[in-house]
C-alpha cells in the first residue's frame, strides 16, 4: 500500500502509469505528495472505485488493466472539456486529443446559507453546479473573492460559475457550484485553456 508520505521507486512507478495514462500526478518524482493523491483520486474516481488516494491492491489491479480513458461527447470537437459529475472528474481535450484527466469536486445539491465574504450580507441556496453545454466566457489571473470564498484562477463558463483552483479538493463533490481543482492543476490548465473552448457538464 501506498499512500501521502511514500517515496521510492514503487512510487515513480506508479505516477509514470498514472501520468501515461494521462491523469494529473504532478511531478513524477517519486514522492507521494498532494497532487499524487489526486491523480490516484481521479483514477479511482474513473474506474468507480472507493475514493480513498491510497494506492491500494484494489486500485492497483485495476491500473494494470487500464487502457487510456475515452471522452463521452466527441461531438464538440477539440479542443474541448467534459465534466463528469457523477465520477467528480474533468477530462481535458487539446487539439491532439485527451491531455489531462483531474479529479474535481462540483455542487454538493445541498442547501446552504453563508454570510457573504464581499457584502457581510446572508447568502442562502443550493450547492448546485448547471448541467448542459458553455465555453469558457473569460479567464481572471490569481486569487478572486466571491460572495462564497476565494477563487484562483478562476475560468468561467456560465454566469458565477467557473471551474477554478481551490485548497480544498476532496474525492467528493462539496462545493457551492463550482467546479474545484487542486491549486497546482490550475496553474497549467489556467495557462492553457483559452477563451471560448466548449465545456459539457453532465452526469
Known sequence: MLKVGSRGEAVLALEKRLAE???????????????TWQGVVAFQKYAKLKRTGTYTLETQEALHAAILPEGLHPELGLPRIE??????????????????????????????????????????GV?????????????????????????????YFKDGYAIHGSPSVPAYNVSHGCVRMSIATSEWFFGTVKNGTPVIVFG
Open 21 to 35: 495514462l494521462r491523469y494529473d500526478v504532478g511531478a513524477v518524482d517519486g514522492r507521494y505528495d498532494q497532487q
Open 83 to 124: 465534466i463528469d459529475i457523477k465520477r467528480g472528474i474533468l477530462l481535458f481535450f487539446d487539439e491532439q486529443g485527451l491531455n489531462r484527466v483531474i479529479a474535481v469536486s462540483t455542487g454538493s445539491n445541498r442547501k446552504y446559507c453563508e454570510t457573504s465574504k464581499k457584502s457581510g450580507e446572508r447568502i442562502c
Open 127 to 155: 450547492g448546485h453546479t448547471p448541467r448542459g453545454t458553455f465555453r469558457i466566457q473569460y479567464k481572471i489571473s490569481g486569487w478572486r473573492e466571491s460572495d462564497l470564498g476565494k477563487l484562483y484562477n478562476p475560468l
